[in-house]
């Protein structure tokens, strides 16, 4: 391929596995050699994303998207294909998949910030997540034995309902109704990405056939129907000779228990160490993964505020400084907090992050500011407001930390249509023209943004 247009590139690769998930969706067919394709174009963008797919959740995309393979036949595409019964590796695979996600999440929370453990988390977890929704505005007001309840609650589904899992057939099926009620409850509740959509995906493998069943219709040419008929022929003995693609799938089903086994290993002895790290990967392929959220808890929201001026002096008094609003994070206090789960807003995260470090950490801000400065056209669209749209580009961007609390529903600033009170912190990074940035680019091998044609 030609990797002097990246961008074609990358583009293509999604658009694929788009066109491949979307056929897999609507005809409610997939075979292996498919799903394979899905994970590998996934494990791709993973692979060059860098700190922009540094999230938990491409790992345990790419887990679940793994273990999907061995759900499906080699070549068939069937809706219920007759000679490749799901196997009890998978089911284990993906309930060892929903143990490891719910149990690593409530150990590094007791393990981390004291909040968790004085009940108190809750108290600022509404206000301080990284991208709040309009529910999250009135659930931050609840009374403090609320907050308190849903500490409590949160610890009781991490660390005592996955072991639910090994406790019997009406155990496993109580697990997995609390645990999709649980990701219902924080769907609604913040724009956690498609984090808990994903969840919820090994939670389906607590049900089995008798649980589902009322779910599909019952018609003769059914899928229930089918599905009853091959188990009374089961049942009556009536099974095909095993054949030798069953007998390789058996192998190979054995094979990837053998697999999951051995990658646990060091994952286990991670969940038992004091010194627990979350959303890590062991091995290259990211097939057994550690996961865990919200190990410590920001007691106070900050932002940067990205601002630009057409002033050639940014010292000057009279420079009018501008704002830069992104898609979803806070910015303008008029603005209604967004409701976008389970897109995934990237770069809105990453903001959040930067918040709470300095610039220093986060070099890819500065280079986000000589692109902004070059008015480059694919970078604005990951805005929501350009302030110098139809114009020149500003001579000067600097960034502003600012802190944010959520304002008192039946309060003053409510009452004006203010969803945040800001007060300004200081400077985040200095006033930075292009021409300033052209070493800061060089020693990092970064080219430097051509300049929009109308910039003067």
Not at 321 to 329: G, Q
Not at 330 to 342: A, E, K, M
Request: glycine share 6%; aromatic share 14%.
């Amino acid at each position: 391929m030609d990797w002097s247009n990246m961008n074609f590139n990358l583009d293509l690769l999604a658009l694929l596995g788009l066109g491949l998930s979307l056929f897999v969706l609507v005809t409610g067919c997939a075979n292996m050699i498919l799903m394979a394709i899905l994970w590998a174009l996934y494990m791709s963008l993973v692979n060059v994303g860098q700190i922009w797919y540094s999230f938990g959740w491409e790992s345990q995309l790419l887990e679940t998207g793994f273990l999907g393979i061995f759900l499906c036949p080699l070549w068939t595409l069937s809706r219920l294909p007759r000679h490749t019964p799901t196997s009890r590796v998978v089911l284990w695979g993906f309930r060892w998949l929903i143990f490891r996600i719910m149990l690593g999440a409530g150990l590094i929370k007791i393990r981390g910030d004291k909040c968790w453990l004085d009940l108190t988390c809750m108290d600022f977890h509404y206000e301080t997540q990284p991208v709040p929704n309009p529910m999250a505005y009135y659930l931050h007001r609840s009374p403090w034995w609320f907050h308190r309840f849903e500490t409590l609650s949160n610890h009781f589904i991490e660390l005592l309902v996955p072991f639910f899992l090994f406790l019997g057939r009406r155990m496993c099926i109580l697990h997995g109704v609390l645990q999709i009620l649980f990701q219902v409850i924080l769907i609604i509740s913040g724009n956690l990405s498609f984090l808990n959509w994903l969840t919820i995906v090994p939670s389906l493998a607590c049900f089995d056939d008798a649980t589902l069943g009322f779910l599909f219709p019952s018609g003769l040419r059914g899928l229930k129907n089918q599905v009853l008929r091959i188990q009374k022929e089961d049942t009556q003995g009536v099974q095909p000779r095993p054949s030798y693609g069953c007998m390789v799938r058996r192998v190979v089903n054995f094979s990837l228990g053998i697999l999951v086994v051995w990658l646990s290993v060091p994952v286990v002895i991670n969940l038992l160490s004091s010194r627990q790290v979350m959303n890590t990967s062991f091995n290259p392929l990211r097939i057994v993964n550690t996961y865990g959220a919200f190990g410590s808890i920001t007691k106070e929201r900050t932002e940067v505020i990205l601002q630009g001026t057409a002033s050639p002096n940014a010292s000057a008094p009279d420079a009018v400084w501008e704002d830069y609003e992104f898609k979803c994070k806070p910015g303008d206090p008029w603005r209604r907090p967004c409701l976008i789960s389970p897109y995934h807003y990237r770069l809105d995260w990453l903001m959040w992050f930067a918040a709470f470090q300095t610039y220093e950490h986060n070099d890819w801000i500065i280079h986000l500011a000589g692109k902004l400065l070059a008015g480059d056209a694919e970078t604005l669209s990951l805005l929501s407001l350009n302030p110098f749209e139809g114009r020149s580009p500003p001579r000067w961007i600097r960034g502003e930390h600012y802190r944010y609390r959520f304002s008192l529903p039946s309060g003053q600033h409510a009452a004006q249509g203010k969803w945040w009170i800001r007060k300004r912190i200081g400077p985040y990074f200095p006033p930075l023209k292009l021409e300033d940035l052209k070493d800061y680019f060089k020693t990092r091998e970064w080219p430097l943004p051509e300049p929009h044609l109308d910039t003067p």
